[in-house]
């Protein structure tokens, strides 16, 4: 049967809206052992070609294949051979020059530093076990609790007991210990309570070199190069296009089967380079922005930006995620510089991994990093995510008003003792972002009225990879000749705020034993040195572990801090008048979104000396007071006048 062929004449594409679609889902290469069916979309090239290659890297091409002009603007071509264990790359024929080869964007497998795709047989890296593979049970999106990591910080040190340094296997390993007996790696993950581990980009990235990794560079990843395959350094073998797969796939059916769920941090906002990106050398210009005068936008402040609002490249990020929930079964996806997809992108993608698996977890930074030419009411922003059901952002007046300015590193926080001008914004958190009569909205530091639906649109977090570790910035901000013997409460009162808080919890590797970055803020390309997790820290400050990991069972326990909806905050979260005392208070109750517990009083003290108030009249019992969480309330405290601790938290209830 003739190829029907109804290629554009590339001279009529004179505006990126004329491009053609392609709806087919046979993009890159569809192989069997009998056939290699090589399918291209360049609309504007004049000619295109496939190399094969032996190896995946250093030599000339065994072949070179003349691809054909097909439908909507593709190229095709079918090897009629088993062409298992070769390496590929496209070319294109573009304004009457060849442009360099490229791997093509749809590459699902490359050899050494991603600069060839690879031809195999997805199903020979499936793990034993792995049709059978299903993510913990997930009931509502408010049940999450994040923790983010990146697998060479979380792994590499000496005494971390792992001994997959800085792979993807440090997550298959169990029973780790540290040198003082304690639990390491994938079992620290399991006592500490988390749901979801969130992975920094662990796709294929390029400023790594894979073949010298003994050289130990090192980057969180933010700069893409193949969305679809992950991470060679990440893996034992990067040369093998097999191994980073199967380890992949390994690290997911681990997390799996130890109860936990995964998420994948993207960035399709940019990509590592313009002119030599696999988008550019099969579509030049399609993929990017562009501002008026033809120069490349910068929303990204990496050098460019994604234009999603193009309907193949809102395909391409759609049907990419798609690719990570149905190959590597991800449970969540965090979108970096989430401000600069349009609405249009994020929604539809939103209700395609829902007809996946509607417990797919989504959330991004509602923000840009510059100036884009994409129309403001257009952006998946923070203030627009109410137009955008099942999506979260992280809410960055609570970040703010917890620990003190991202953009003034000597402003404290509430939670450090600068309670003017913080508690409505800590309030705003407490209420995950949502409409509630008892916030004051012109109080904010960013946000001017509740953007959130649901109170799981909104992550509340306190620090991630990117800035200041919380330590460092309360060592930056408190000031005071005891000021560093008050970091471990002023530690466990963020926590409290955040893990009593609605919305969806976020903790950033290490903050739960007081990891810092030596004060450092942007430390994307620092040594291990600076970014990785000391695990003597875990024995150096295992009260505040142990803080932490208790008050995550005290949340998992009791579904009133888990309220899911708008309205049953408004019914069941009421704050108390605290006067100018600097306590921030608040009761949950009558029996909150079916709790066991009638009513449960929260209570915070963000000074930096005792202070009181007056606690509802009644028999109470203490579950959480001056840094230790007791479920069972074997402490009494009746109500009326009570003290708290400088820099402390309570949580009481009555049954």
């Known amino acids: 049967m003739e190829t029907p062929n109804n290629h554009p004449d590339p001279a009529t594409l004179d505006s990126f809206d004329k491009y053609p679609v392609y709806a087919g889902d046979d993009l890159e290469l569809v192989y069997t052992p009998q056939e290699a069916r090589f399918t291209l979309w360049a609309p504007t090239a004049t000619r295109a070609r496939l190399n094969l290659y032996d190896t995946g890297q250093g030599g000339e091409p065994a072949e070179r294949l003349e691809m054909n002009p097909s439908d909507d603007g593709t190229w095709r071509i079918a090897v009629e051979r088993d062409l298992k264990g070769k390496f590929y790359t496209f070319q294109i024929e573009h304004d009457g020059r060849w442009l360099d080869e490229t791997p093509g964007i749809w590459a699902r497998a490359v050899g050494v530093n991603g600069d060839r795709a690879a031809v195999i047989d997805l199903r020979d890296t499936d793990p034993e076990g792995w049709d059978a593979d299903r993510a913990p049970e997930l009931k509502m999106y408010s049940d999450t609790i994040l923790y983010e990591l990146h697998h060479r910080d979380f792994s590499v040190a000496e005494d971390s007991g792992i001994e997959h340094k800085g792979k993807f296997l440090a997550l298959t390993e169990t029973g780790t210990r540290t040198p003082e007996g304690l639990a390491s790696g994938l079992d620290h993950l399991k006592e500490l309570g988390v749901t979801h581990i969130h992975i920094l980009p662990s796709f294929d990235y390029a400023t790594v070199d894979e073949t010298r ?54 960035v399709y906002n940019h990509t590592a380079t313009v002119d030599h990106s696999a988008f550019t050398l099969t579509v030049p210009g399609y993929f990017y922005r562009q501002n008026p005068d033809g120069s490349y936008s910068n929303g990204s402040g990496c050098g460019n930006e994604t234009a999603s609002e193009r309907e193949m490249v809102r395909r391409y990020i759609v049907e990419s995620v798609k690719y990570w929930a149905r190959e590597y079964h991800i449970d969540g996806f965090r979108f970096d510089l989430m401000g600069i997809h349009d609405i249009e992108t994020m929604n539809r993608l939103r209700a395609e991994l829902s007809a996946i698996d509607p417990t797919i977890f989504i959330y991004g930074e509602g923000w840009l990093a510059d100036a884009s030419p994409l129309p403001e009411e257009e952006r998946a922003v923070r203030d627009h995510v109410n137009r955008m059901e099942g999506i979260a952002v992280f809410c960055d007046d609570f970040r703010d008003g917890v620990r003190g300015s991202t953009f003034d590193e000597k402003n404290p926080g509430y939670a450090s003792g600068n309670i003017a001008g913080h508690v409505e914004p800590v309030k705003f958190g407490i209420v995950g972002a949502t409409d509630h009569p008892q916030v004051d909205y012109g109080g904010l530091l960013y946000a001017s009225a509740p953007y959130a639906a649901a109170p799981s649109q909104a992550v509340t977090f306190v620090s991630s990879h990117d800035g200041y570790a919380l330590v460092d910035k309360l060592k930056l901000s408190v000031e005071g000749e005891h000021a560093e013997d008050e970091l471990p409460a002023m530690t466990e009162l963020a926590f409290a705020i955040m893990l009593t808080a609605q919305g969806v919890p976020f903790i950033r590797g290490g903050e739960e034993m007081m990891q810092d970055k030596q004060g450092e803020p942007n430390t994307f390309r620092s040594p291990d040195a600076v970014n990785r997790i000391d695990w003597s820290l875990k024995d150096r400050h295992r009260d505040v572990f142990e803080f932490v990991r208790d008050l995550i069972a005290l949340r998992r326990a009791h579904p009133a801090f888990r309220i899911p909806t708008a309205e049953g905050l408004r019914q069941w979260l009421h704050f108390l008048d605290t006067g100018d005392s600097g306590i921030l208070a608040y009761t949950l109750g009558e029996f909150a979104n079916g709790d066991a517990w009638k009513e449960i009083a929260v209570a915070f003290n963000g000074n930096r000396h005792e202070a009181g108030f007056s606690l509802p009249e009644g028999e109470w019992r203490v579950a959480c007071r001056d840094g230790r969480v007791d479920p069972d309330g074997r402490e009494h405290l009746a109500g009326g006048a009570v003290k708290l601790a400088p820099s402390s938290a309570l949580v009481v209830y009555r049954e």
């Open 213 to 266: 990794l003994q050289d130990k560079s090192y980057n969180w990843g933010y700069d893409p190069k193949n969305y679809n395959v992950p991470e060679g350094s990440y893996s034992t073998d990067p040369a093998d296009p097999l191994v980073r797969i199967r380890e992949f796939k390994q690290m997911v059916k681990s997390l799996h089967d130890n109860g936990l769920r995964i998420v994948l941090d993207v």
